[in-house]
């Protein structure tokens, strides 16, 4: 007896399996929106994420600059905290006046926000505060208290404030202390009676010039410091060119051109550090043993000043000398050999300029030997140069060289003599 596979029951409803194979339209519309939500999401935590790290990155940054800055500024903070409080118990106590605020003022603007405060801006600013102050106690006692009055003497004040000094910040800080003369009542009693606020200046001023010349500190550390970093910067420049020249790569003497031109804020600096140490070893009694050493680093500083000019002209002519192929291969390397030894010389003057002990005299006179085969060797004859342009190269560097021998310690006319004649 055969079975038999029964068939299909024609009133039971069929499945295409085709199509539940197959998905429609819709279905992958749905799963193409699903998809590109989930990348979109994924790219939203991405992209947040990213911020996240790029704001915590800035954050601590700022916190590191921060912190230096702080660490720094605990002795600046110090003086000008002293200051302050100083005058005022003095006009308080000693002279008997009520309330001295304008000591306080006078002694703050006067000695300012610095690490190494400049002496004689530190007298300056002080005699601009008390003039600025008598002055308004003048007009106000003569005029009266009223509005043209605080014009007069709020424009007065700036007036003096930009005579005395270039800062926005003095004229700002004297314009707030003229307002205050004008809108704080003079007081009747004391000694000086209605001038008292006038001695309350005087009282500041003093006492700032007593802290920033009585502080103690090396007046050799900050151009120490400043030389050191332009000789550093300036031995890189020397020797980036160097690279240029010997790889007939212009965009090398680009960066060395740029980085002379930005060193003008460094010697700026330096400037102003080996001023304000002269001024110190000049007044303070306690300095003034240092005041040979500073000596050599103002004849440093002002002859870098020189040397960083000339080596900006040469960079400027390095570029277009290696944009027109203008010298040899032996040029080339002759010129580039000269410029590194020129950087090596510098370094060793780096290096002879932040030692303020007895290996200063035999630093730089190992500078002074190496730069002294230097500038004997500056004739294009000797460098295998025969084009024009490198000659005006070799022209350009003879008067750097000698500005470095001069800056180590040697006479003009002797560094000018070890030239060779051309």
Not at 12 to 33: F, G, I
Not at 70 to 96: D, F, H, K, N, W
Not at 242 to 263: K, N, Q
Request: net charge neutral.
């Amino acid at each position: 007896m055969s079975s038999q596979t029964p068939g299909p029951d024609p009133h039971e409803p069929t499945t295409d399996t085709t199509a539940l194979r197959t998905p429609n339209e819709a279905q992958l519309r749905a799963s193409a929106q699903d998809a590109q939500g989930a990348r979109g999401g994924r790219g939203t935590l991405h992209r947040l994420r990213r911020g996240t790290g790029d704001a915590a990155r800035a954050l601590a940054a700022r916190s590191r600059s921060g912190a230096v800055r702080s660490r720094y500024s605990i002795v600046p903070a110090l003086q000008m905290t002293l200051a302050g409080v100083g005058a005022y118990t003095i006009a308080e106590q000693v002279l008997g006046h009520e309330a001295p605020l304008f000591a306080a003022i006078a002694a703050l603007i006067a000695l300012g926000f610095s690490r190494e405060p400049r002496l004689r801006k530190v007298l300056e600013v002080g005699i601009g505060c008390t003039l600025g102050i008598l002055i308004g106690d003048m007009v106000l006692h003569v005029l009266g208290r009223n509005l043209v009055t605080a014009s007069l003497v709020l424009f007065v004040a700036i007036m003096l404030a930009r005579f005395l000094d270039r800062s926005p910040l003095l004229a700002m800080q004297m314009g707030l202390q003229s307002l205050l003369v004008v809108l704080i009542p003079a007081p009747e009693s004391g000694i000086f009676g209605p001038f008292s606020r006038s001695m309350d200046a005087v009282v500041g001023g003093v006492v700032a010039m007593l802290i920033a010349l009585l502080t103690p500190r090396d007046p050799r550390r900050e151009p120490i410091r400043e030389l050191g970093r332009l000789v550093e910067e300036l031995t890189g420049c020397l020797r980036e060119l160097a690279t240029g020249i010997r790889t007939s790569e212009s965009r090398d003497a680009w960066h060395a051109l740029i980085r002379s031109r930005a060193m003008q804020q460094q010697l700026d600096e330096a400037s102003d550090a080996v001023a304000s140490a002269k001024e110190l070893t000049l007044y303070s009694p306690a300095y003034r043993r240092h005041r040979h050493y500073v000596r050599r680093m103002d004849r440093v500083a002002d002859q870098m000043d020189l040397a960083v000019r000339s080596l900006r002209v040469v960079a400027r002519r390095a570029v277009g000398v290696i944009d027109h192929a203008a010298l040899s291969d032996e040029g080339s390397q002759g010129l580039a050999a000269v410029l590194d030894d020129l950087g090596d010389a510098s370094a060793l003057m780096a290096e002879a300029v932040q030692d303020p002990g007895r290996g200063y005299r035999r630093r730089t006179a190992a500078a002074q030997e190496r730069l002294a085969a230097i500038a004997e060797d500056l004739h294009p004859e000797r460098l295998s140069i025969s084009t024009l342009e490198g000659e005006a190269m070799v022209m350009l560097l003879r008067p750097m060289v000698v500005d470095l021998l001069v800056a180590v310690g040697m006479p003009h006319e002797e560094a000018v003599e070890h030239l060779p004649h051309l």
